[in-house]
């Protein structure tokens, strides 16, 4: 129980630093992509923590000395109090870090878009005629080109595949971290049972041992009553010698 009480100070000790080395990018405009290590260290420290708090809590309400279970089911409500805090600060940071990107890609698109050529170049409204009789445009009448449409269109559809492949790599990311948390979730259960199996073949051995000395003492014990039988009966035997002689020579 130790050695998981260790293992979550390490994790928790690791969130806080990894946390912490996130809001530093953020404040410094370097956000990292969902798909990038710390997203994924962080989301899969989060899920070890979670399994390490619960097999600490499982070995805790087991205890037989009630002092050590109290303190180590207080021990267990503070690690669920700090893995609480430290799921909701990351979501939130994961929050502001997409709308950041999402502000920035929709910043990108409408400077790319203004200042491409075919808004910049627009026709001068103004005609000045070099000579008298050539009439002015606006003696005919001049049928105005249909205006294209803005590509405000464009820019939705280029945000929103933006938006879906930044939310399919932030998926998969997710995925490859609940497998991996998985195996390491695995590893780590048999690691225990490896564990668990080498105290019961410890208990074991010392239970033979003590058999084989209980087997040699009920073996001397047995020894030891046969032989005072013997002496028992000799004894027995030389007594009603002794009478037989008393009663013979002194009745």
């Known amino acids: 129980m130790n050695s998981l009480y260790t293992l ?3 994790q928790c000790s690791s969130l806080s630093s990894d946390l912490q080395h996130l809001a530093s990018l953020a404040a410094q ?10 997203h994924s260290r962080i989301q899969s420290t989060l899920a070890e923590l979670q399994h390490t708090v619960d097999d600490y809590d499982h070995m805790a309400r ?4 009630p002092q ?34 999402l502000a920035a890609s929709t910043s990108s698109s409408i400077s790319a878009a203004t200042s491409s050529p075919a808004i910049q170049q627009r026709p001068s409204s103004r005609y000045t005629p070099n000579s008298p009789w050539v009439p002015s445009p606006s003696a005919y009448p001049t049928s105005s080109p249909p205006q ?30 609940a497998y991996l948390s998985q195996g390491q979730a695995v590893l780590s259960n048999l690691a225990s049972q490896r564990d ?20 040699n003492t009920i ?17 027995g035997v030389v007594t009603l010698v002794c009478f037989y002689f008393i009663l013979r020579y002194l009745g």
């Open 8 to 10: 979550a100070l390490r």
């Open 29 to 38: 405009n370097q956000i990292p992509p969902a798909s990038s290590p710390i």
């Open 62 to 65: 087991r205890e037989i000395v």
């Open 68 to 101: 050590i279970r109290e303190k180590a089911i207080a021990r267990v409500e503070r690690f669920r109090k700090d893995l609480e805090q430290y799921s909701v600060e990351y979501k939130r940071k994961s929050a502001a870090d997409r709308s950041e990107l």
């Open 148 to 177: 294209q449409p803005q590509s405000s269109y464009g820019y939705d559809s280029r945000t929103n595949a933006a938006l879906s492949e930044h939310d399919f790599l932030s998926s998969t990311s997710q995925t490859l971290d």
């Open 196 to 215: 668990v199996l080498k105290g019961t073949q410890r208990r074991l051995r010392s239970a033979a041992n003590t058999l084989g000395l209980s087997r």
């Open 219 to 235: 073996a001397f014990v047995e020894r030891r009553t046969s032989e005072d039988w013997y002496f028992l009966l000799g004894g």
